[in-house]
């Protein structure tokens, strides 16, 4: 069959086999239209944060279908999420336990990962039950503040400062005696210097010794005499006499004790 029939009878067979577009027609070529091409690219991954049970489920659905957080092969996303992870992961966690797995196993062996597509891990994630408690706590001190109220410090240093107040008003309202006192000894061989010392060794809260002096009494047997001031709501004369001054090993020295005058202050 000559050669030009047989392209009319083609032709009348596939005529869109043939045609050619404006475009080959003017570059005198024959070449089909080729598809265009078609650019993708990869968003950053973002993800709840992994530490709580809802980021790992989270976490867990994406991997149901994927081997790695971005891409077909090990890349620097997977190391970010693998480090930002709380481990060993709960096996609850398949998908996630089965992935960090592998990447351990792939950077125990100094695996070269790629450079990945990025990804965001929200590290502010919902706090735990106490944490919130505790952020609602905070929350509840500044609104306090800003109404002028006080914080827990603040009146706390006040309470302080009003007992501090109720104190040192309760010591003015305490009143203070000065005291004469005889102190007598048993003979006239009593050491009169050590009755004295003994005397003054006698101290508690609320009594000051104040000046003393050696009195003839006859017979030459001398008594003591001496001052004192106490603070009347910490310290009892009475008491102070039966309890300390005629008392072993006091009496070895003290016969009696006379109050010569009592005068508040």
């Known amino acids: 069959m000559p050669f030009s029939l047989f392209i009319c009878q083609s032709r009348a067979q596939n005529p869109n086999k043939y045609q050619t577009s404006p475009l080959t027609a003017r570059s005198g070529t024959s070449k089909t239209p080729s598809r265009e091409k078609s650019h993708h690219f990869e968003m950053a991954v973002a993800f709840p944060d992994v530490k709580s049970a809802s980021g790992l489920k989270k976490l867990d659905e994406y991997l149901l279908s994927r081997s790695y957080i971005s891409g077909y092969q090990p890349s620097k996303d ?9 481990k060993p992961v709960s096996s609850e966690y398949v998908n996630v336990s089965r992935w960090s797995n592998h990447i351990e196993a792939l950077l125990r062996v100094s695996a070269v990962f790629g450079e990945g597509s990025g990804v965001k891990l929200d590290a502010v994630a919902t706090p735990p039950a106490a944490d919130a408690k505790a952020a609602d706590d905070d929350d509840d001190d500044d609104d306090m503040d800003l109404f002028g109220e006080e914080t827990e410090e603040e009146k706390k240093a006040a309470e302080e400062r009003a007992a501090a107040v109720k104190a040192s008003a309760k010591k003015k309202e305490s009143g203070k005696s000065s005291v004469l006192m005889d102190i007598k000894p048993w003979d006239d061989e009593t050491d009169m210097k050590k009755l004295e010392e003994a005397v003054r060794s006698v101290q508690m809260e609320g009594l000051l010794w104040g000046a003393s002096k050696l009195v003839p009494v006859g017979y030459g047997i001398k008594k003591l005499q001496i ?7 910490l310290v009892s004369v009475d008491n102070l006499i039966e309890e300390y001054l005629t008392v072993e090993p006091i009496n070895e020295h003290v016969q009696s004790c006379d109050i010569v005058a009592f005068n508040k202050i």
């Not at 997977?78 to 709380?86: H, I, P, Q």
């Not at 001052?227 to 709501?233: E, G, P, R």
């Open 78 to 86: 997977d190391v970010t999420v693998y480090e930002a992870l709380s």
């Open 227 to 233: 001052m004192l001031t106490i603070v009347d709501d």
